[in-house]
């Protein structure tokens, strides 16, 4: 965050060329955020912030948050997901207090491809940032909201769920037109049906139950 207070000013030449000081959070005034979609998290212990000669602000605090995010599984495991992350200040109306990005979402990109080092199920694709001015009460506020989207990786599943599948209906079609006797071929169907249904429960243990519309692979 940064912004400035013309009355916490001073000319640097009067106090031995010092033309910045770090100073705990509580000594000025500092924007109160909140993150909308936040449901848990731990705050940060960096209480500090540095303040510049000229009346500029500077305060940096690392949050690790857990947001609600609504899922689209219709594609699944071929899905990209699309969260936000809004950013507002309701203590302050826009007459009062105006939120600004600093950098633009290319660069913001940039930044967050190299935050993100885990190389797991998810992968980072793109970062948008809305500006806007959210009605509450009969007054406006301002928002920031990042528009985060993931790409679903989905090698694990093509080789331990749609593969499979696709063997086992594979073979239950050549069972079903080969030569073989009606005896054989019921209980060739009753072993496919049980590795069909083992499958169909290891599917329902990995999908998330929070999307309106079953994924296509479930159907």
Known sequence: ????????????????????????????????IFI???VNGQNSNLDYMVVMHNGSFNST????????????????????????????SFLYPVSDL???TR???????????????????????NLSIIEYMEQLDHEQFSVVTYTISIERRPTLYILNLILPT????????????????LEEKISFQIA???????????????????????PVIGT
Request: glycine share 4%; net charge neutral; with cysteine.
């Open 166 to 181: 696709c063997a086992l209906y594979l073979l239950d079609m050549a069972v079903l037109f080969g030569p073989s006797s």
């Open 1 to 32: 965050q940064e912004w400035k207070n013309t009355f916490a000013t001073w000319d640097p030449q009067d106090f031995c060329n010092i033309s910045k000081i770090i100073l705990p959070t509580g000594t000025y005034w500092s924007p109160p």
């Open 98 to 100: 105006v939120m600004k």
């Open 36 to 38: 909308l979609e936040r």
């Open 103 to 125: 950098r633009s979402p290319a660069e913001m990109m940039k930044d967050s491809q190299s935050y993100f080092l885990t190389d797991g199920e998810w992968k980072f694709t």
């Open 192 to 214: 496919i049906i049980l590795g069909s249904s083992m499958l169909a429960v290891i599917l329902n243990n990995i999908l998330p139950t929070s999307s309106n519309k079953p």
């Open 61 to 88: 605090q690392p949050f690790q948050v857990t947001l609600t995010c609504s899922l689209m599984i219709l594609k699944f495991p071929f899905d990209t997901q699309t969260c936000n992350l809004s950013i507002a």
